[in-house]
């Protein structure tokens, strides 16, 4: 079949003014109707399969971020957003229980790629992916409803993944719902190391911490549903933890009858050099859940399970859209592309280049802390002071400013707010889409860097160019 669009009622011309151009009345006019805040610069088109996009002045910003780290084959990548198109002059809409061939197709290519047997699809993203593995875990353990979560962690924005993510109060002005559902335990930082000592002559401490948590901090292992990790915490600053505590816990889980489930958004479908960290590691918990980078810049969420989990009702779950076969057939589509780019090597490839050239900064430059992570899933740890460790986070906002002033686009992590105390905002995110030409992340490498220097003799750090 040839995709042959035609408008009926408008215009070409008419549809693509109306999507293309605005002025600026209309912007003042629109920010003051919105009910949520928007940044400054207005977007309008990316580099089909490529790492930049352009602002309404028609600035080209190459974009470290991914626009939440979601586009892994890049802006509107022209295979994605074919089928994407194609899909939706077929069919656009369908009611959830009804099954379509894009998301039959979908969950058993997920199924190929992850091993996992079970699999859930929906279109709202990755905390209802969160909410699908909750709704199982307690549907599987009947009257448990306790979940255990890490520190700093982040796992979305409804009112109950409110209370399960990282307290932002001030920032967030109402109570969510649920508080005491969830449990918190210490994330292996292994940098900032809770317990003061250092991997791996601790003997993981923090996971026998964490099963202490499980025995003295819950109503009893019988009320515990299930875990929940980011096995690289994301917003909480790019923090992988040690294989062996992952290990840990999946050890724990199955000695105290809990599902394990690891939060993967921002992680799998290739971002580390892997299809996931839990293939990276060799691993497989109970659950698991994407988002992001899965549907090539359409909203898209999944659960993963095990084959002896039992599935959800259609009362237990269903949404107005989440059966809708667009998505899906841009996801499909877009895990095929990842394919045949061998975006998962690449991003291996690349991010060791990157990470070789972020170590370098970092003997060079006082401001530079820590670097870590993986693939092209990478974080800067900014610091006042490299004993003490104290977080850098003006510093951190004005490198990631100076930055996008020169044309490169770069994301911080989450703050801890305590009282008027506001910290730890601190770690630049370094996350492109992983088709990022080699030039391309030289530029702002090399951009990041100019940031650095400038910002080191204004705030009077030392550093070396060469």
């Not at 890049?74 to 894009?102: E, K, W």
């Not at 505590?245 to 724990?252: F, I, P, Q």
């Not at 988002?291 to 359409?298: A, E, Q, V, Y």
């Not at 630049?428 to 090399?446: F, Q």
Request: hydrophobic letters at 40%; one cysteine or more; a neutral charge.
């Amino acid at each position: 079949m040839v995709l042959e669009l035609k408008p009926i009622l408008m215009s070409e011309e008419e549809i693509r003014a109306l999507l293309t151009s605005i002025d600026e009345a209309s912007i003042r006019e629109a920010r003051k109707t919105s009910l949520t805040s928007l940044e400054e610069t207005i977007l309008t088109r990316g580099e089909p399969g490529g790492a930049a996009v352009y602002d309404l002045k028609g600035r080209r910003i190459i974009d470290m971020t991914s626009q939440a780290w979601t586009l892994n084959v890049g802006y509107s990548h022209p295979d994605v957003v074919y089928a994407a198109a194609l899909q939706a002059s077929l069919l656009n809409h369908v009611r959830y229980g009804y099954p379509t061939i894009p998301r039959l197709k979908l969950m058993l290519k997920i199924r190929e790629i992850y091993g996992y047997e079970r699999v859930a699809l929906n279109t709202q993203g990755g905390g209802w992916a969160i909410e699908v593995a909750m709704k199982l875990a307690m549907v599987n353990k009947p009257g448990a409803d306790t979940f255990l979560v890490a520190w700093r962690s982040f796992h979305g924005n409804s009112l109950a993944l409110t209370a399960a993510s990282h307290p932002l109060p001030g920032l967030i002005r109402f109570r969510p719902f649920g508080e005491e559902r969830f449990v918190r335990y210490p994330y292996p930082y292994c940098y900032r190391c809770p317990f003061k000592m250092s991997y791996p002559d601790c003997g993981l401490t923090c996971l026998e911490f964490l099963e202490k948590t499980i025995k003295y901090s819950t109503r009893g292992v019988n009320s515990i549903a299930g875990l929940i990790i980011e096995p690289i915490q994301g917003p909480g600053g790019v923090i992988p933890a040690p294989r062996d505590y992952l290990k840990g816990v999946l050890e724990l889980g199955e000695k105290y009858g809990f599902y394990i489930v690891f939060d993967e958004a921002q992680t799998a479908n290739g971002r580390v050099g892997a299809w996931s960290v839990a293939h990276l590691h060799g691993l497989k918990p109970d659950m698991m859940t994407l988002t992001k980078g899965l549907g090539g810049g359409f909203p898209i969420g999944a659960t993963l399970a095990k084959a002896g989990i039992k599935g959800l009702s259609y009362p237990e779950e269903h949404t107005t859209f989440g059966g809708n076969p667009v998505p899906y057939a841009a996801a499909l589509v877009n895990l095929y592309v990842i394919e045949k780019l061998n975006l998962v090597e690449r991003a291996r490839v690349m991010g060791d280049y990157a990470l070789k050239r972020l170590n370098d900064m970092k003997s060079r430059f006082d401001l530079i802390g820590d670097v870590r992570g993986c693939g092209l899933y990478l974080g800067l740890d900014l610091v006042k002071n490299k004993e003490t460790k104290e977080p850098a986070t003006d510093e951190a906002e004005e490198v990631v400013k100076l930055a996008f002033e020169k044309g490169a686009l770069y994301a911080l992590d989450m703050p801890d707010i305590i009282g008027d105390e506001v910290s730890m905002r601190n770690v630049i995110k370094i996350r492109p889409p992983l088709v990022i030409k080699k030039e391309e992340l030289d530029e702002t490498l090399n951009i990041l860097e100019e940031a650095l220097v400038e910002v080191s003799e204004e705030y009077g750090y030392k550093y070396s160019k060469t």
